[in-house]
Nanobody, 118 residues
Framework: QVQLVESGGGLVQAGDSLRLSCAAS????????MGWFRRAPGQEREFVAF????????YYADSVKGRLTISRDNAKNTVYLQMNSLKPEDTAVYYC???????????WGQGTQVTVSS
């Protein structure tokens, strides 16, 4: 099992930037990819972005392309989500996840709240 702890959320204004972090521990050798998801109030959880742990290949939801950037620091077992030009519709709880394959997600963090005021 991989333990994931997110940090970096907060209250910001529209147009501001924020960087989320997700620190992984435990069976990190089993990680194939790590990703970010979010759940806005009253909505289903949605995919945001993922990055493969070894190759660094990235993939983004269309709604965040060009504004959000996922990256990783393998030495620190940490994945980041740099969020620029934030919009009120980015308000959500952001979750980090890890997957052992390209088709599934096994472990989840507890989430960090991001609130963007207009």
């Amino acid at each position: 099992q991989v333990q994931l702890v997110e940090s970096g959320g907060g209250l910001v204004q529209a147009g501001d930037s924020l960087r989320l972090s997700c620190a992984a521990s435990g069976r990190t050798f089993s990680i194939y990819r790590m990703g970010w998801f979010r759940r806005a109030p009253g909505q289903e959880r949605e995919f945001v972005a993922f990055i493969t742990w070894r190759g660094g290949r990235t993939y983004y939801a269309d709604s965040v392309k060009g504004r959000l950037t996922i990256s990783r620091d393998n030495a620190k077992n940490t994945v980041y989500l740099q969020m620029n030009s934030l919009k009120p519709e980015d308000t959500a709880v952001y979750y980090c996840a890890s997957g052992q394959s390209a088709t599934s997600w096994q472990d989840w963090g507890q989430g960090t709240q991001v609130t963007v005021s207009s």
